[in-house]
């Protein structure tokens, strides 16, 4: 069992910049492929990015795609995710999640099962 703890979020005005952190505990960080998702008010969960085990992979959702970047740092069984350029529709709730074994297709959402708290990211414009 992995547990998932972000942070970083926070209020930020139209174009600027956020980094938000996911430490992992529980079971062998770099085994395993990362990911982030996000939640607005009334909105469904939306899949951010993902990040392969060791970090030579990434993917991303086209609405944040040039703008967020995804990096893990596995000695310190840390993920994070950059975000710039920031709009108001980004904000949300970011949760970070662990994907469900080591083979986990980092670019869905199915291939995600354990999940974070959460951390709220507010945009004013």
């Known amino acids: 069992q992995v547990q998932l703890v972000e942070s970083g979020g926070g209020l930020v005005q139209a174009g600027g910049s956020l980094r938000l952190s996911c430490a992992a505990s529980g079971r062998t960080f770099s085994s395993y492929p990362m990911g982030w998702f996000r939640q607005a008010p009334g909105k469904e969960r939306e899949f951010v990015g993902g990040?392969?085990?060791?970090?030579?992979?990434?993917v991303y959702a086209d609405s944040v795609k040039g703008r967020f970047t995804i990096s893990r740092d596995n000695a310190k069984n840390t993920m994070y995710l950059q975000m710039n350029s920031l709009k108001p529709e980004d904000a949300a709730v970011y949760y970070c999640?662990?994907?469900?074994?080591?083979?986990?297709?980092?670019?869905?959402?199915?291939?995600?099962?354990?999940w974070g708290q959460g951390t709220q990211v507010t945009v004013s414009s």
């Open positions: 999640a662990a994907g469900r074994g080591p083979y986990s297709d980092y670019a869905r959402s199915a291939g995600f099962g354990s």
């Open positions: 990040i392969s085990w060791s970090g030579g992979n990434t």
